[in-house]
């Protein structure tokens, strides 16, 4: 069963980084694209960053150059690096695949970034 818990989130001033993760189980990790995406209060989930099975990387435009995302297939585990947060990055944080099975998603991870 595809299971997706994230974690990693917490209150940050602006500026500051955090370092989100995603303990992926019961597919196989390696062979899937990967994407966070977030949603903020009263607006719709978006896509942050979406990372292929080869590694190839994508991002809205309004984390580019902040956010990193990657993955350790060995691990099966996902992260999402962001650095220089803003209070507009303020959202709830989730990991996301779309398996031959179905769409999956994670609990999710609060960030909130405010002095």
């Known amino acids: 069963q595809v299971q997706l818990v994230e974690s990693g989130g917490g209150l940050v001033q602006p500026g500051g980084s955090l370092r989100l993760s995603c303990a992926a189980s019961g597919f196989t990790f390696s062979s899937y694209t990967m994407k966070w995406y977030r949603q903020a209060p009263g607006k719709e989930r978006e896509v942050v960053a979406s990372i292929s099975s080869g590694t190839r990387t994508a991002y809205a435009d309004s984390v580019k150059g902040r956010f990193t995302i990657s993955r350790d297939n060995t691990m099966s585990t996902l992260y999402l690096q962001m650095n220089s947060l803003k209070p507009e990055d303020t959202a709830v944080y989730y990991c996301?695949?779309?398996?031959?099975?179905?769409?999956?998603w994670g609990q999710g991870t609060q960030v909130t970034v405010s002095s």
């Open positions: 996301n695949v779309v398996h031959y099975t179905g769409l999956y």
